[in-house]
């Protein structure tokens, strides 16, 4: 072999061995140097039901436990990561000797969430949150950190069951934040009422007396109901449930029920609106109108007793006058005589006129006029009219006899005084 090929196969081992030691460098300069505490960015590798697999760059691959995965409960790990995500982890255990890489991803959201939920209350911000749990006294939830919602904080009206609320989203406000003692509390209450206020400001600006809408009764109370009408509560008073008497609420709507309503009273400075229900349906004298007419015999039920007769109730809030001439085919000086009050009757409607509420009705015209007593001829009336007079004039004379000689014997003595 050459001196001159010699020299070549020389050089070219020099410049392989070069190279292998430019790659190792290289190599060496790529290797990840990780500590307890470092902050990695990592790619999702692996997902199992208690566990997540991740390349952070390291010689071998970390672990995230489904427990350092969520700041609350996980039944699976796939449940917030999936393969191919990118997350941000922090370095919680590592031993090269075992190969161990242990990471948490709930310890970098919790480090953050903490930050970020301090400038939230303070702008009093509105979260957004997925309920994890249903626990004893509210919910829980994810807001990077583990939040609590007591249960008088979830809705604006009392809710019983919870348990259909899990998985469900809830707009929340930050009530208050303990970092030593690992608390926070949230609302979704607070952010319902206030858009419940401004909503309230606005339909009581919006709408006017005599206006009907649609509501939802929400709640009775011993003095009636409360209707929603779209946002806002208005009160239906019992005396203005319906044309006829209403002892409870109850008897007339329950809650749920679709109701129409119109508008009495509007009260923007008080945040009150009346409404009717009654208002809404056509009046007891509209309805009798149509199904009673003059000359018409019903049933009544007498109502009040007064001087110059009885008012008797022929349909729903519909009370018309028998006078006391209309009562009875026999005198009488007061309708106590023969009504009382509750009593059923029957009456005969002699007039109406259903625009000035006035109804005339006859008792007596419900009946049949009894008979009269024939009077005795005056030739037969005579005799026993002489009769007794010639029986008393022939008892007169004895009794005049006897009288005077009873009056001699007593009074002889004075009177022979006067002689």
Partial sequence: MSDEIKVEQNEQEVQAVEAAEVSQEESMANVTFLKKGDIVTGKVIKVDADQVVVDVGYK???????RELSSVNLDNAAE?????QEIELKVMNINDHKETLVLSKRAIEGEKAWDKLAADMENKTVLEAKVAEVVK???VVDVGLRGF?????VERNFVEDFSDYKGRTLRLRVKEMDREKNKVILSQKDVLDEEFESKKKDILNQISVGQ???GTVQRLTQFGAFVDIGGVDGLVHISEMAWHHVEAPSEVVKEGDAVKVQVLKVDPENERISLSIKATQPGPWQQVASRINIGDIVT????????FGAFVEVAPGVEGLVHISQISHRHIGTPGEVLKEGQEVQVKVLDMNPDEKRVSLSIKETEEAPAREAKPERAER??????PR??????SHEEMSGLNLTLGERFGDKLSKFK
Avoid: F, I, N, W
């Fill in 60 to 66: 071998y691959d970390g672990v995230v436990p489904v």
């Fill in 80 to 84: 917030v990561v999936e393969a191919g």
């Fill in 137 to 139: 006294g509210g919910l």
């Fill in 149 to 153: 919602v007591p249960a008088s904080m």
């Fill in 212 to 214: 009907q809408l649609d």
């Fill in 300 to 307: 009544g039920t007498v109502k009040r007793l007064v001087q």
């Fill in 382 to 387: 005579e005799p026993r009219e002489r009769a």
């Fill in 390 to 395: 010639r029986e008393k004039e022939s008892v």
